[in-house]
């Protein structure tokens, strides 16, 4: 696995790496953000939030991007 960027955000880190995947015989990136408690010297296990490449977004963009129930429109009450 090949860290290939990282950068500040929020008081914590996003992190973006690329790993050679051995289900589709090709590179896949991903990104993690880690919580500003997660780079505090000897910090114990926290949360992380990954964001995985899918069909309609990059590992980059996933965060962005809203959830798809946040994107359909509800039902009208009745």
Not at 7 to 16: I, T, Y
Not at 27 to 39: K, N, S
Not at 63 to 68: F, G, I, L, N, Q
Request: glycine share 6%.
């Amino acid at each position: 696995m090949e860290l290939v960027s990282q950068h500040r955000c929020f008081d914590g880190e996003q992190r973006f790496y690329r790993h050679d995947s051995k289900e589709i015989g090709l590179p896949m990136r991903f990104a993690v953000y880690l919580p500003p408690a997660a780079l505090a010297a000897g910090a114990k296990p926290v949360p992380a939030l990954m964001f995985l490449a899918g069909l309609t977004c990059t590992e980059e963009t996933s965060w962005s991007r809203p959830a798809p129930s946040a994107t359909r429109p509800r039902p009208a009450s009745r």
